[in-house]
């Protein structure tokens, strides 16, 4: 009996089959991430459209509080500075300097608030101002004379690097020479730092080379270092020689190497080889 073999089929069949599931699923998966993507899109503008009418009703509950008087000064700083735990500004840095801009003629306002407390809120608010107005730099030079000395320190740290009235510098560099109480005086020596102004370094160098207290000289010849200029040398050059304390010479030698030029390398060269060689192994170089 002869036998007769079949030829098999289907093969094709199982093939279409498998591209055909496959297919499938890329459409189906293609289908999600695009209404995932709509989905976050859709998310991400209602996130704004939200931040941004939140940033609109915190201005103007701001601008009610400070200037309409709605609550309590005191209240309006605390919300403003971060204080407040319903309301922490510090996370957004952007939208406090934004709402402080915009108050500062009221905050500049409340700088002269009976409470010392308020005070000292309104001026540290005004140091967030990059650019600030002749009336703002007007009520820190009051407030640097003012009877409590929280007030007159809150004043010294809002003096940042920027535009300032002369009648200003002239004052803050009187602090730094002259006041009785040392806090002020070191405080008053790095505001002048933080302004960078050629006019500060003779100041400066009376304070590095004739005040009291080891604290307030040191951060003189570190605000001299911040100024870079070359003539603030003598004075150091006078400190890395004399000055009794530790600090106050590594300080002074720190500004000077960070000046340079032919006169630091002139005052580091009249320096006794063994008190460089120390120095140099306690300030090392950043």
């Known amino acids: 009996m002869t036998r007769r073999f079949v030829r098999q089929g289907g093969f094709s069949l199982v093939s279409a089959l498998f591209l055909l599931v496959v297919l499938a699923g890329l459409g189906v998966f293609a289908v999600r991430m695009n209404t995932l993507q709509q989905q976050t899109v859709t998310a991400d503008l209602r996130g704004v459209q939200a931040l941004q009418a939140a940033r609109t009703g915190i201005e103007w509950g701001a601008y009610r509080a400070l200037v309409a008087g709605s609550c309590a000064a005191s ?16 996370r957004e840095p952007s939208l406090r300097a934004s709402i402080v801009t915009s108050l500062e003629p009221s905050l500049t306002r409340l700088s002269a608030h009976p409470n010392a407390a308020v005070r000292s809120g309104a001026l540290a608010l005004l140091a967030g101002c990059k650019a600030k107005a002749t009336d703002t730099q007007q009520a820190l030079s009051r407030a640097l004379d003012d009877d409590d000395e929280r007030v007159s320190l809150v004043a010294l740290d809002a003096i940042e690097q920027g535009a300032l009235e002369p009648a200003l510098l002239t004052r803050v560099s009187t602090l730094a020479r002259l006041d009785p109480r040392w806090s002020i005086r070191l405080r008053a020596v790095a505001a002048l730092g933080r302004l960078r102004a050629p006019a500060a370094v003779a100041p400066l160098g009376q304070v590095l080379t004739s005040d009291a207290y080891a604290y307030v000289r040191e951060a003189a010849a570190l605000a001299l270092g911040q100024i870079g200029s070359p003539l603030g040398i003598t004075a150091l050059a006078v400190a890395l020689g004399r000055d009794p304390e530790p600090r106050v010479r590594r300080a002074a030698f720190r500004a000077v190497r960070g000046i340079g030029g032919p006169a630091a390398q002139q005052a580091l060269s009249a320096l006794d080889p063994r008190a460089r060689a120390e120095l140099e192994a306690e300030v090392p170089r950043n």
């Open 75 to 90: 209240t309006a700083l605390a919300l403003l500075s971060g204080q407040e735990p319903l309301l922490s500004l510090d």
